[in-house]
Each structure stands twice: as structure tokens, then as C-alpha cells.
């Protein structure tokens, strides 16, 4: 008697276990559907793959350059960032640090030095920047 009672206690918690594990099945999904983005990124979704180079740019450059805000070329667009490529890095470089238009001086950056800021062009230009060596 007293073990079937014992049996009948152990599949009362076996059933709820399986109730309840349908939840996880929903973290899977959202996996996959950030996978599919991946795939066709937004240049607000385009991040340089060095950490600190991210954390800089995040806190400067993205702020204009992700979504063009004011004209700026955008992220990643070979299409705006052609254009300017063909003045040089040199004078990029200079436009970045000098402020250029819309462009404030050194893109509101205060601790980025030449070379992040080559880092940056360069990731901000994507196919345009490796076009133009
Ligand atoms: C407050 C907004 C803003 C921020 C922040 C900003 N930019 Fe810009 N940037 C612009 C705009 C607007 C232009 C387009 C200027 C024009 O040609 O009218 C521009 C243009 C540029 C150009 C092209 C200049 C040329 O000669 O054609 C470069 C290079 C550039 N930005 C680099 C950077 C970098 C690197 C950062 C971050 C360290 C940065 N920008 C941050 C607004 C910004």
C-alpha cells in the first residue's frame, strides 16, 4: 500500500515536469530568426568585430553614420561611401579630424586617435573601402 502511493506521488511530478517544458522551444526560435537577420543586416546592425573599436564607434560614429542622419554616408552602403573614398584616405582622414559639413570635428570621438579613426572609415566604407586600395 505504502508504495502505491509512493507510485502514484512520482507520476503527479513526471507529468508535471513534461507540462512544463514547452517554454524552451520559444528561446529556439528567436535563435533562428536572428540567424536569418544575419544574413541581410541593416547598417544599424553592423558593428566592427574588435571590441573596442566597437565601443567607440557605438558611442560616436553610429549615432550619424548607422542611419545617415544629416546626410552622413551610411554604414556598410558601397554606394554612399564610393564617392568618398575616391578624395583618398588622406583627405578622409583630415575631413574626419578637421570636421567636414555635417561631419563634426573628429566625429564627436574624443578618444579616438588617427589610427581608430582609419579603423572606422574603413569599416564604415565596407566594400567601397577595400575597392579604393
Ligand atoms: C553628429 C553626426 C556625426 C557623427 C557623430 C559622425 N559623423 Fe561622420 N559625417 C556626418 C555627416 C553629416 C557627414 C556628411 C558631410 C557632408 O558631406 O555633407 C559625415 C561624413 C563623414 C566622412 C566623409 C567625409 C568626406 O570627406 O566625404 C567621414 C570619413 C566620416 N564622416 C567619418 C566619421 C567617423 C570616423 C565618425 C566617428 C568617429 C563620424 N564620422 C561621426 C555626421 C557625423
Given amino acids: 500500500m505504502n508504495n502505491w502511493i509512493k507510485m502514484m506521488a512520482l507520476s503527479v511530478i513526471a507529468f508535471t515536469v513534461v507540462g512544463c517544458s514547452k517554454p524552451a522551444d520559444e528561446g529556439m526560435s528567436s535563435a533562428v530568426v536572428n540567424t536569418a537577420q544575419a544574413n541581410n543586416l ?15 564607434y557605438t558611442q560616436s560614429c553610429y549615432s550619424c553614420h548607422a542611419m545617415g542622419t544629416g546626410g552622413a554616408p551610411r554604414t556598410g552602403s558601397a554606394k554612399d561611401w564610393q564617392p568618398r573614398f575616391e578624395q583618398g584616405i ?22 579616438c586617435g588617427e589610427e581608430e579613426f582609419l579603423a572606422l572609415i574603413e569599416f564604415m566604407g565596407g566594400s567601397a573601402a577595400t575597392a579604393g586600395e
Fill in 90 to 111: 588622406n583627405t578622409l582622414l583630415d575631413h574626419t579630424i578637421q570636421g567636414f559639413k555635417g561631419m563634426p570635428p573628429l566625429g564627436m570621438c574624443m578618444d
Fill in 42 to 56: 541593416p547598417s544599424t546592425k553592423q558593428f566592427p568585430a574588435d571590441p573596442d573599436l566597437k565601443a567607440l
